[in-house]
């Protein structure tokens, strides 16, 4: 089981959740492997990349073996592919080996540079994850369900964790996360990067390190680069290496 890794150049998406009968991200996961692969780039799918939880066996079966194949196909170029276990995914945690060249992690500490970077899903900071576990599947599953009939409450509800969200950190997210962030730093790491809450944005940490979430490509075509000691938050578009998202 590999944790700890070196990279010239990696980029990292989160909560792709592909299976997920609201997902539709397929084409463009595909685009972005080959352009990230053929940019030169390792590539980390940090978490609920293929989506177990809330399954949807047909968009699975149709969606899987192209976006697998993207991946196998960025391996074979003398990338590293990386793909850290989520909430919506953790039965994978029984098989954390390699899938032909993607190669299976609970986290991973990314030596860059001069610098250290913590990818990590970060559901293991969610209080509600951890409190009631039994509750937060129930709800998963009844989420799953609403949104077979109304697939427009998944944005309403995102826009209303915005709403509500604090001032601190990245808006729309609990606070335990910026603190887990914090936490981090002070063990010794130049930046963190989380995924799970599907919020995306960009926080300072209290010692000079940066807090990134690339949130959910269901929602946003965002990623992170860690690049020359520096972790930048980004948005795919055909323009090469993107433009820094806001």
């Known amino acids: 089981m590999i944790t700890r890794i070196r990279s010239k150049r990696m980029v990292v998406i989160s909560d792709l959740h592909i299976g997920n009968p609201f997902s539709g991200v397929r084409r463009k996961t595909v685009d972005f492997i080959h352009w990230a692969s053929s940019s030169g780039y390792d590539i980390c799918l940090n978490g609920d990349g293929f989506d177990v939880a809330q399954v949807s066996l047909s968009r699975l079966t149709q969606d899987l073996p192209e976006v697998l194949q993207a991946l196998k196909n960025a391996a074979a170029r003398g990338r590293s592919v990386y793909y850290v276990v989520g909430n919506h995914d953790i039965l ?3 098989f954390l080996n390699d899938w032909g060249g993607v190669q299976l992690a609970p986290f991973l500490n990314v030596d860059c540079g001069a610098a250290r970077f913590r990818v990590e899903h970060g559901h293991l900071y ?5 409190a009631y576990p039994r509750l937060y599947d129930f709800s998963t599953w009844l989420a799953g369900f609403a949104l077979k009939v109304h697939p427009s409450l998944y944005r309403s509800w995102i826009a209303f964790e915005k709403f509500m969200g604090r001032k601190r ?3 729309g997210e609990r606070a ?3 603190c887990a962030a914090a936490k981090l730093e002070e ?3 130049d930046g963190v990067v989380f995924g799970h809450t599907h919020h995306r944005g960009v926080a ?4 000079g390190g940066a807090y990134l979430n690339p949130g959910s490509w269901m929602l946003s075509s965002t990623y992170v680069t860690i690049e ?3 972790a930048e938050l980004r948005e795919f578009c055909p323009s090469p ?4 998202a806001g």
């Open 241 to 244: 290496g993107g433009r820094i």
């Open 92 to 94: 994978f945690e029984h």
């Open 228 to 230: 020359n000691g520096v």
């Open 169 to 171: 950190g990245i808006a």
């Open 176 to 178: 335990s996360f910026l």
């Open 126 to 130: 969610d209080p509600f994850f951890i």
């Open 187 to 189: 063990r010794g790491f």
């Open 204 to 207: 300072r940490l209290p010692l």
